[in-house]
């Protein structure tokens, strides 16, 4: 029998083997969800945004703390340390959603900022992803313990 647990990293004390989520298939993310991709720990990656039905960049135009911000709060996490700009996570593939995304820092979600969207998924090229590194303890672990 195979149990499913969903719980912060600094609570397991118990053999079990774990991944963490950084990467949902399109078929269980909702739209406007956003993930990060490209970094060395969950903590940080380029930013991805599920718009139409398909993962797409975001543009680092105007692309700052407070944006990063709301991308990490999305994600579970207190807040943003660094938003970092031009593809240093590497270049994503596929639509790039946002040319420009303007948040307070409040928003609960990336789709809440002021953006300037682009429809047909070409609003810069992915030389210019932005990136988040979030700082935080509240990273959730997907787990299967095998009891």
Same mark, same amino acid.
């Given at each position: 029998m195979y149990l499913e647990l969903k719980?912060?990293? +600094?609570?397991?004390?118990?053999y079990c083997l774990y991944s963490y989520v950084d990467v949902l298939p399109n078929? *269980?993310? &909702?739209e406007g969800s956003v993930r990060l991709v490209g970094g060395t720990t969950p903590l940080e990656g380029r930013v991805e945004v599920?718009?139409? =039905?398909? +993962? =797409? *960049? &975001? $543009?680092? @135009?105007? +692309? %700052?703390? /407070?944006? /990063? !911000?709301? &991308? $990490?709060r999305q994600l579970g996490y207190p807040r943003a340390v660094?938003?970092? @700009?031009?593809d240093i996570f590497g270049a994503g593939s596929g639509p790039s959603w946002?040319?420009?995304v303007?948040?307070? =820092? !409040?928003? =609960?979600?990336? *789709?809440?900022c002021h953006n300037f969207d682009s429809t047909?998924?070409? /609003? $810069?090229?992915?030389? @210019? %992803? /932005?990136?988040? &590194?979030?700082?935080?303890?509240?990273q959730s672990l997907y787990m299967v313990c095998k009891l």
């Amino acid at each position: 029998m195979y149990l499913e647990l969903k719980v912060k990293y +600094w609570q397991i004390n118990f053999y079990c083997l774990y991944s963490y989520v950084d990467v949902l298939p399109n078929d *269980t993310a &909702v739209e406007g969800s956003v993930r990060l991709v490209g970094g060395t720990t969950p903590l940080e990656g380029r930013v991805e945004v599920i718009l139409l =039905g398909h +993962w =797409g *960049t &975001v $543009c680092d @135009r105007n +692309w %700052d703390l /407070a944006d /990063a !911000t709301v &991308v $990490c709060r999305q994600l579970g996490y207190p807040r943003a340390v660094e938003a970092p @700009r031009s593809d240093i996570f590497g270049a994503g593939s596929g639509p790039s959603w946002y040319s420009s995304v303007r948040c307070a =820092g !409040t928003e =609960g979600n990336l *789709t809440e900022c002021h953006n300037f969207d682009s429809t047909s998924g070409s /609003a $810069c090229p992915h030389s @210019r %992803d /932005a990136g988040v &590194v979030c700082s935080g303890q509240s990273q959730s672990l997907y787990m299967v313990c095998k009891l």
